[in-house]
């Protein structure tokens, strides 16, 4: 929402009005929830726009509904909205709480921190507009176990990436995974430096195998964990 920072930004969402430029277009929220009531819509890091976009949402999860700059009712019943937001992230991360941790106390620590959360919540954010929200819902911190999930999520979009446009079909071993989850896990990024260590380790190691001709196209490779790092190993031509 770092978009609608400025006090004019207002005018993105529900067109602008009459005599300005842009009158005929619509909004960037009211035009297209118009043509398609039946939506989900995501505002991202909520706490960035500007009181006034607080306002328009104020009569949407009130009312249901806004008039745009065009004096066109757009109904908002059956739309869902979506809002996250940074609010207390400090405490997601390290949350300070005196005492010795154990392992068994895992709840205890989330509701420790989710009640931290929530006084963060509770200072940014005006009650009339916290009033309106259906639920909020506090995310605990990413664990390796997490990240192991995740990884395979991103492998799958690269291993099919590799297939249609490299003619490659690649395979990673669970060596492979547990080294990209040991070299981009960090407790206090979440799951962006994973994405990079894929990138430096995995896409660019690949490219460099590619143009050593280690590895060539229509071929199976496998991808496994070396003594320097990952090891592209060619297994079998691809039949077509």
């Known amino acids: ?71 066109r009712k757009i109904d908002f019943k059956n739309t869902v909205l979506i809002m996250t937001s940074n609010a207390g992230a400090e405490n997601i991360i390290a949350p300070k709480r005196l005492g010795f941790a154990s392992h068994d106390d895992a709840k205890e620590r989330y509701r420790f921190m989710k009640e931290r959360v929530m006084e963060e919540v509770k200072r940014m954010f005006k009650p009339e507009f916290l009033n309106r929200i259906d639920e909020i819902i506090v995310f605990h911190q990413l664990s390796q176990d997490h990240m192991k999930e995740i990884v395979d999520i991103m492998l799958k979009d690269i291993c099919r990436r590799t297939l249609t446009q490299m003619n490659l079909k690649l395979t990673v071993d669970d060596a492979a995974k547990a080294y990209l989850v040991e070299k981009g896990y960090d407790e206090k990024y979440g799951a962006r430096p994973l994405r990079r260590a894929i990138q430096n380790l995995l896409e660019d190691g690949l490219a460099e195998a590619v143009l050593d001709g280690q590895v060539k196209a229509g071929e199976a490779v496998t991808v496994t964990k070396g003594e320097d790092g990952l090891k592209f190993l060619p297994s079998e031509v691809i039949k077509n």
Do not use: C, W
């Open 1 to 71: 929402m770092s978009e609608y920072m400025e006090k004019h930004s207002v005018s993105k969402m529900i067109g602008s009005p009459p005599g300005y430029v842009g009158y005929e277009e619509g909004g960037q929220l009211s035009e297209k929830v118009r043509r398609n009531p039946y939506s989900v819509i995501l505002f991202d890091e909520i706490e960035k726009a500007h009181p006034d976009v607080f306002n328009i949402l104020l009569q949407v999860l009130d009312d249901g509904h806004i008039t745009d700059a065009q004096g």
